[in-house]
């Protein structure tokens, strides 16, 4: 499982080594929401292509080893005592937005520049996905329990509409 302490301890070890990143996935709502609202098995992330060599030895000197890569969608790093990273390169343009590869090359994922907003983890700020993103992200599949949860939160937290 991927706590609290864990979230700050990896992004101020990313933060020391020059990385950008931001939170996705079920952290990045509950960062959202300012509060954690359910256990999560890893944590997303999504950081500047351009400094993955950064990112790497950064969480390589923590002891994370890649498991599985999907470049350039996505890559996955886990550390001996289960803790999983899932990391999503992304190419920025002057606008500030950015665009992550999808399976689809004809398809990628878009993120307009107003969609990397600030949340909270534990009290402390930390960079995260907007709402509006992380219901952009949870369309087109068959939503598990911990989805539907998640969508639930953001609905009652931002009264907004999600499709599940």
Do not use: K
């Amino acid at each position: 499982m991927m706590t609290a302490d864990d979230v700050l301890v990896v992004l101020a070890l990313l933060r020391r080594a020059g990385a950008d990143v931001w939170i996705g996935g079920g952290w990045g709502i509950d960062a959202l929401v300012g509060a954690e609202t359910r256990e999560h098995r890893d944590l997303d992330l999504m950081h500047r292509h351009e400094q993955e060599p950064a990112v790497l030895a950064a969480l390589a000197g923590a002891g994370f080893v890649e498991t599985l890569d999907w470049r350039p969608v996505r890559f996955v790093v886990t550390h001996a005592d289960g803790r999983e990273l899932d990391l999503h390169p992304l190419h920025f343009a002057d606008d500030g937005s950015a665009r992550q590869a999808s399976f689809d090359p004809e398809r990628p994922f878009g993120y307009p520049a107003h969609v990397f907003v600030t949340g909270t983890v534990a009290g402390e700020p930390v960079p995260c996905l907007s709402a509006e993103q992380q219901v952009r992200f949870h369309q087109g599949y068959e939503p598990a329990d911990h989805d539907r949860h998640d969508m639930a939160q953001l609905r009652r937290a931002f009264g907004i509409a999600t499709h599940f």
